[in-house]
């Protein structure tokens, strides 16, 4: 039993020590990080939402003979094209195109957020309202009479039209950061809002880990503080620290200045405006409530 007793507590160090570490610092790739792996399936890497959809459903009639004869004798009948409307643009996607179809969307008010390139829930809300409007299904999905018919209710962006400079335009708040003291942090719009019951204070540019290493979504609270402080992991310089889960804070990052969102975190939210988070790590306490969100 006293051995027992003492490999416990020894499990019990070394688990403290692992959970003290702090994590954080740029990713070396360029890219927001690898991809992750994919399976043999022929359906992975895509989401529900954006399968194809296909006449196999459980439950249906068996072909006939002679059908099945047939299928197999012609393997071009197998490979006849999906009844359904090509998606060119959809929820969950990222690139320039994207940043270009909000830049448009925002020029005919139907965004009030700056182009992030990312195709989430705000975007959606903007196709189906132009949908809507111009007798379009209304999908939230742009295919190809959807983009024809935005482009020409619209006029090609400019460059400060698809990255404005330096601040990003935040996004409405969360329902929960509007009590008390909180950083408000929105994933779809890359933005910090730091708010006092309610109230916007100061607004910042940021940038989260990449999808190997994913900054956690949800209500924190700032444990503590540290205005000098080096990755224990990476190495990697974290001036003005602010730790809300674990080894993850909102931190001034170097990198971020330097390449954008070419590159990432390692989970911890990156702030590229040095001179705006030293002014918010003055401001911020310990027990502050922190929000990350999409």
């Not at 999905?141 to 962006?157: E, M």
Request: with cysteine; aromatic share 6%.
């Amino acid at each position: 039993m006293q051995r027992q007793r003492a490999i416990i507590r020894t499990l019990g160090v070394v688990t403290a020590v692992a959970l003290a570490a702090t994590a954080c610092g740029p990713q070396k790739s360029e890219s927001a990080g690898p991809a992750s792996p994919v399976s043999a399936s022929p359906t992975a890497g895509t989401s529900p939402e954006a399968s194809p959809t296909t006449d196999d459903k459980p439950g249906g009639a068996s072909p006939s003979p002679s059908a099945s004869a047939s299928a197999s004798a012609s393997p071009s009948a197998s490979a006849s094209p999906s009844p359904t409307v090509k998606q060119i643009m959809a929820n969950g996607d990222d690139s320039d195109q994207v940043r270009e179809l909000q830049a448009r969307l925002k020029q005919l008010k139907l965004m009030s957020v700056a182009p992030t390139g990312f195709y989430g829930s705000k975007t959606t809300a903007a196709v189906k309202s132009f949908q809507s409007k111009n007798g379009l299904p209304g999908t939230g999905s742009v295919d190809a009479a959807t983009w024809k018919k935005i482009q020409g209710a619209s006029k090609k962006p400019t460059a400060d039209e698809l990255r404005p400079p330096e601040v990003i335009e935040a996004d409405a708040p969360d329902p929960r950061c509007m009590q008390g003291r909180v950083m408000c942090i929105s994933k779809e719009s890359r933005t910090l809002a730091w708010m006092i019951d309610g109230k916007t204070v100061s607004t910042m540019d940021v940038r989260f880990g990449s999808e190997n290493t994913p900054t956690r979504e949800g209500v924190f609270n700032v444990g503590w503080k540290a205005k000098d402080w080096t990755s224990t992991i990476y190495h990697t310089p974290m001036p003005y620290a602010m730790f809300f889960s674990g080894g993850q804070a909102v931190h001034y990052s170097a990198d971020f200045a330097a390449r954008g969102y070419a590159g990432a975190s390692h989970g911890c939210v990156n702030v590229r405006d040095k001179g705006k988070l030293s002014a918010l790590f003055d401001q911020v306490q310990v027990g502050d409530k922190v929000v990350v969100y999409w």
